[in-house]
């Protein structure tokens, strides 16, 4: 009985099955992009601190002669796995988390600095300070716990 194929093999096809991994180029290209553009979004931020990086960015641009500073500080009471998320005027600025520095610049003139925790599980308000900005000066703040709130001092 030698070359005998039973029936319900000789219909079947048999297909090579290879270990490797197919590399998908164009999720690389995205990741690369993306990467690229969230560094020129940067690239004209500053931030120090120990921990990760936030984003932040200036009401002013670095080069204008009329700003003034703004530092904003985390006091370590305000817990780990917290952001702080920062508003200048209604806009966004940057998040900052435990051990960062917000530096950014501001023009002369009156603004509005807000600040909110997230996760915020205690459904807090943004806590505002209002600011009036006098050229060249710097405008330090520090956002800590007062009792169940934030405050910006």
């Not at 002669?65 to 005027?89: K, P, S, V």
């Not at 940057?94 to 009156?110: A, F, H, N, T």
């Not at 505002?128 to 709130?149: H, I, R, S």
């Amino acid at each position: 009985m030698t070359g005998y194929v039973p029936l319900y093999l000789k219909n079947m096809s048999v297909k090579a099955v290879s270990n490797k991994k197919r590399v998908n180029y164009q999720a690389y290209a995205f990741l690369i992009t993306a990467l690229a553009l969230t560094c020129a979004a940067l690239s004209g931020c500053e931030m120090s601190g120990a921990a990760a990086p936030g984003a932040t960015t200036s009401v002013a641009g670095p080069a204008s002669q009329n700003a003034a500073r703004l530092i904003i500080r985390r006091a370590a009471n305000m817990g780990t796995g917290l952001f702080l998320d920062i508003d200048i005027d209604g806009a966004s600025v940057g998040s900052i988390g435990m051990g960062e520095i917000y530096r950014g610049r501001l023009l002369p003139g009156q603004h509005v600095v807000s600040v909110l925790l997230r996760p915020n599980r205690l459904n807090l308000p943004r806590t505002q300070k209002t600011l009036t900005v006098e050229k060249g000066q710097t405008y330090a703040l520090t956002a800590m716990w007062q009792g169940n709130t934030v405050v910006l001092r």
